[in-house]
């Protein structure tokens, strides 16, 4: 039996059992704010995390993600670092689980965020999750994790999981 989620705009409040989110790209005081640092200049405007954005060395990905809708049939975690995901030029689909001892994530237990270019999500370690695909289209997306430990990919227990953006349309 297949479980069909929509993907909801990614929030700090929605999104901290998975990690945290960074709105680089809102101005004013967006959600975090203590965590970023900005400053400007004649014909420039900066912002940056006042932290390091992982609390290990990472290297920096750049992968294309099929457009959706889309399943989520296969998952993996990584149990030695965080992974930060942060958008090319288009909005990208998140489907995620919180960290369990489990041997695979449960349907049940996926959800799924769309995170807009400008802001910046960083998965808890052992947060399971799929490629982040496009909202309609294929779409690339930077990524950000220390890499040498491995990866594996899981099936899904109970899934397929269906992932629609629920009528979201960008900009």
């Not at 990524?143 to 899981?154: D, H, N, P, Q």
């Amino acid at each position: 039996m297949t479980i069909s989620i929509s993907a909801v705009p990614v929030h700090e409040a929605d999104f901290s059992a998975y990690g945290t989110v960074h709105s680089m790209a809102a101005p004013g005081a967006p959600e975090g704010e203590a965590k970023l640092v900005r400053s400007s200049g004649l014909g420039w405007t900066d912002v940056y995390t006042a932290a390091p954005l992982l609390t290990t060395n990472g290297s920096l990905g750049f992968t294309l993600g099929e457009g959706g809708p889309f399943d989520t049939v296969k998952m993996e975690r990584h149990l030695e670092t965080q992974e930060a995901l942060f958008c090319a030029a288009r909005p990208i689909v998140l489907a995620v689980a919180a960290p369990t001892d489990a041997a695979r994530p449960k349907a049940g237990d996926i959800r799924a965020f769309i995170i807009e270019p400008g802001t910046v999500v960083v998965m808890h370690k052992g947060t399971w999750h799929d490629a982040c695909r496009g909202i309609d289209a294929p779409t690339h997306y930077y990524w950000m994790a220390t890499c040498g430990f491995g990866s594996v990919w899981v099936d899904v227990e109970g899934g397929p999981v269906h992932v629609t953006a629920g009528g979201y349309s960008h900009g």
